[in-house]
């Protein structure tokens, strides 16, 4: 399967607690976006990724929210001190490094805060 | 920034009958127009996309019409099929080759009865 891959598919931790998420996009994308979606909405952006450089976060990535892409592959989304509000599902897409390429998505994170 | 309305939110065919869902955007800077079919528990998954500079686009039994003056544009599912139920996403693309924003609709849940 070639398409992008998302670890943890669900991830059920208690409030406070820091939780991870990885993303392995397409090998040929350079381009790789976070979004989170909640229940009834569409995915809301968090931040980008152009190679190894963060290059966009939305307001919505508060500090506790942290993204990495370390060696221009792999990402991995940390929330740290979960709230209840955190719940939601966790989308990874990449791209092309060309004007207007769609972003393909993974199945995604669904995170659930007890 | 951008905003994107998609209507209507819920959408019921009879098997055979077509679909049509409408969806507005407010920033003219928006250039591309990709659509996404969301399973449940499954990410969006792109079915079709429309550039700025072409008005109609037809893959199989699914279109997409774009009016830039009115800042329109919708999507056709002709012979509809159980298996297109799912909840669709209109989304509206802007940005000149770096980061492009994608904003979403807020969804049309679609249930095509057998």
């Known amino acids: 399967d070639t398409g992008v891959s998302q670890n943890p598919r669900h991830k059920i931790t208690k409030r406070g607690q820091n939780v991870t998420f990885r993303c392995d996009p397409i090998?040929?994308?350079?381009?790789l976006y976070w979004y989170r979606q909640t229940l009834g909405q569409g995915p809301e952006f968090l931040t980008y990724f152009q190679n190894e450089a963060q290059l966009e976060k939305s307001r919505l990535l508060s500090d506790r929210f942290s993204a990495e892409r370390p060696k221009g592959s792999f990402s991995t989304l940390e929330i740290q001190r979960t709230e209840q509000g955190d719940s939601a599902m966790y989308l990874c897409?990449?791209?092309?490094?060309?004007?207007?390429?769609?972003?393909?998505f993974g199945d995604g994170t669904r995170l659930s805060i007890l | 920034g951008e905003n994107v309305e998609q209507h209507p939110s819920t959408l019921s065919v009879q098997e055979g009958d077509s679909a049509v869902i409408k969806c507005t955007y407010s920033?003219?800077?928006?250039?591309?127009f990709p659509w996404y079919k969301q399973e449940l528990g499954k990410g969006p998954q792109l079915i079709i996309d429309?550039?700025?500079?072409?008005g109609e686009k037809k893959d199989q039994r699914i279109a997409v019409t774009l009016n830039k003056t009115a800042k329109h544009f919708s999507l056709h599912i002709t012979e509809t099929q159980p298996e297109d139920s799912a909840v669709y996403f209109c989304a509206a693309v802007e940005g000149s080759g770096g980061y492009q924003k994608v904003t979403f609709g807020t969804g049309t849940k679609l249930q095509v009865i057998p």
């Open positions: 090998s040929e994308h350079n381009r």
């Open positions: 429309i550039r700025s500079n072409v």
């Open positions: 897409a990449s791209s092309f490094d060309r004007f207007n390429q769609p972003q393909h």
């Open positions: 920033d003219s800077a928006s250039n591309y």
